[in-house]
């Protein structure tokens, strides 16, 4: 299987998890067996602080997420060297550099890509471009609600759901620099028409993604 694994800077980078970090490079190490695999890591709390800095220096949006994704590649360096070998030698630019790295037989590991949108957006422009089976989502909630469960408490938890039914449980259509919900409005635009599967579980036990690969039921599908 061709695996897109995006890691919310929510779990891994805020605050900084190194417990995380070091479990979920044995994740990847169990996956490569016998999957090809794009990692996709977020800017977390760091992100969001340099955001917030570059706003009040009143520079513009595109700065600002330009600052974010420098972040974003920083902690998708640290992770690809923690990978070490199985890993590429550096991290992926662009869609050529995933692709020549899939060739090697290596993991891909990347941040952030351009201005404009979030690393889901990512996780889903590479998934289309490689023409992965599944992407898994590590994230700080245990997959979609039908409200914010943070807010509300009788928000249920749905375990499958579709592209088209996903965007009424969400509050933000538009990008704002920092911006976070379950799953980004342009990322669900990209995979609306299938046919690849995005499965959203609580990044905070590394094991839920082995389980979700394994074609278990967990967190929530969206297809
Ligand atoms: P994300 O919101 O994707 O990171 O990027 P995250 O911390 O993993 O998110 P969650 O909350 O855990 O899901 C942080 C910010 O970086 C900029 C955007 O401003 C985004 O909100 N960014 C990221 C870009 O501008 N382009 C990218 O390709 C990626």
């Given at each position: 299987m061709r695996i897109v694994l995006r890691l919310g800077g929510s779990v891994l980078a805020s605050p900084?998890?190194?417990?995380?970090?070091?479990?979920?490079?044995?994740?990847?190490?169990?996956?490569k067996q016998k999957n090809e695999l794009v990692v996709?890591?977020?800017?977390?709390?760091?992100?969001?602080?340099?955001?917030?800095?570059?706003?009040?220096l009143c520079l513009e949006e595109k700065d600002q997420d330009e600052i974010a994704i420098s972040i974003s590649r920083v902690f998708a360096q640290l992770f690809l060297k923690k990978i070490g070998s199985i890993g590429d030698i550096e991290i992926a630019l662009t869609f050529e550099d995933v692709?020549?790295?899939?060739?090697?037989?290596?993991?891909?590991v990347m941040g952030g890509l351009r201005?404009?949108?979030?690393?889901?957006?990512?996780?889903?422009?590479?998934?289309?471009?490689?023409?992965?089976?599944?992407?898994?989502?590590?994230?700080?909630?245990?997959g979609v609600y039908t409200k914010d469960p943070k807010k509300h408490k009788d928000a249920i938890k749905l375990d499958t759901?579709?592209?088209?039914?996903?965007p009424s449980v969400l509050q933000e259509?538009?990008?704002?620099?920092?911006?976070?919900?379950?799953?980004?409005?342009?990322?669900?635009r990209i995979l609306k028409n299938g046919p690849i599967?995005?499965?959203?579980?609580?990044?905070?036990n590394p094991n839920n993604i082995l389980v979700a690969a394994q074609g278990e039921k967990i967190g929530t599908e969206i297809s």
């Open positions: 900084i998890n190194i417990d995380l970090i070091s479990k979920y490079a044995k994740v990847v190490q169990t996956l996709v890591v977020g800017g977390g709390n760091l992100a969001r602080e340099f955001i917030d800095i570059a706003k009040k692709n020549n790295c899939l060739k090697k037989g290596k993991i891909a201005p404009g949108i979030t690393t889901d957006t990512v996780a889903a422009l590479v998934a289309k471009y490689i023409q992965a089976n599944i992407i898994i989502k590590g994230t700080n909630q245990d759901l579709s592209y088209a039914d996903l259509n538009k990008h704002k620099a920092g911006i976070h919900q379950i799953v980004d409005s342009e990322a669900i599967r995005l499965i959203i579980v609580n990044g905070f």
